[in-house]
């Protein structure tokens, strides 16, 4: 019998813009199509709120996980405003296979001067082939996608506010970009994007 084995992932950017607008980009579906390249969200900033992204099926498929893309989705368990958010319970839903998780997402933000340094963890609990080359997809996918919510925020509008309501837009996260048969890592990390575009 196998046992479980813990991959997480994490990863740091410091954005010129105040704590509450990089949280905010999490949330806003405008914000997550542009710099998630999401497909549509339904995110709810508080407690127990649903967290769920969506991405389009990437056009090629990986060797162990087939096509990428897909949807993410937990709950959120604590949002603290201009500072951190945990979704947990969260699941990587790819457009083939059976789901990977449970997995948490934590985000956290510190002020640095005129910046804020955000900081993405994300963890989970599993075994086999389908995790090791998810979380080899999804470490080269949050770099690529934090350096992306950094050009958003850095050029982007005044302040990015979060709809309190669910709202039905666009999730996983430039996965080809970065995992195309031709580039993708030994080890690469899964969708989520995911978190890693997927």
């Excluded at 806003?28 to 508080?46: N, Y």
Aim: hydrophobic content about 35%.
């Amino acid at each position: 019998m196998s046992t479980s084995e813990e991959f997480s992932t994490t990863h740091e950017e410091l954005i010129t813009a105040a704590p509450d607008r990089v949280l905010a980009a999490f949330f806003d579906p405008a914000a997550l199509s542009t710099w998630w390249l999401t497909t549509r969200s339904v995110t709810v900033a508080q407690p127990l709120g649903v967290y769920a992204v969506e991405w389009e099926p990437t056009p090629f498929r990986d060797e162990v996980l087939g096509p990428l893309g897909g949807a993410f989705h937990g709950t959120v368990m604590e949002h603290r405003p201009e500072r951190e958010f945990f979704v947990a319970d969260a699941y990587w839903l790819p457009p083939e296979g059976p789901p990977l998780g449970p997995m948490a997402l934590e985000v956290t933000c510190q002020i640095e001067g005129p910046a804020t340094r955000v900081q993405v963890r994300q963890s989970g609990h599993g075994t086999g082939d389908r995790w090791e080359r998810y979380y080899g997809v999804i470490r080269p996918g949050w770099v690529t996608s934090l350096r992306a919510l950094k050009s958003y925020l850095e050029a982007g509008p005044e302040r990015v506010a979060p709809d309190t309501r669910a709202t039905d837009k666009k999730p996983m996260a430039r996965i080809p970009e970065i995992s195309t048969p031709a580039r993708a890592p030994g080890h690469a990390r899964a969708p989520g994007r995911a978190r890693r575009r997927s």
